[in-house]
């Protein structure tokens, strides 16, 4: 993946991040391979319910509407 979709993956985070630590998680940019966003959730994220629907449909259906090239986000350790 390009140092310029890195970029603009990281900017994006940074558009998301107040809505997540509004309700005491945060996200971090692990990596970027073949399409997919590999992200760190932390927080009050870490065990919530409702982690994998903020992921897939806010985290993930954001940053695809911005960078067309990400297939998918994915949360890891």
């Known amino acids: 993946m390009s140092e310029n ?6 900017e994006t ?6 809505k997540i630590q509004a309700d005491g998680g945060d996200i971090e940019l692990v990596a970027i391979e073949n399409g ?3 992200v760190r959730l932390k927080g009050a994220c870490v065990g919530c319910p409702m982690s994998a629907l903020t992921l897939k449909q806010g985290v993930e259906s954001f940053i695809k509407k911005k960078i ?3 297939k998918s986000v994915e949360a890891v350790q």
């Open 5 to 10: 979709i890195e970029n603009k993956v990281k």
């Open 36 to 38: 997919v966003v590999k």
């Open 68 to 70: 067309p090239q990400i």
């Open 13 to 18: 985070l940074e558009e998301i991040k107040p």
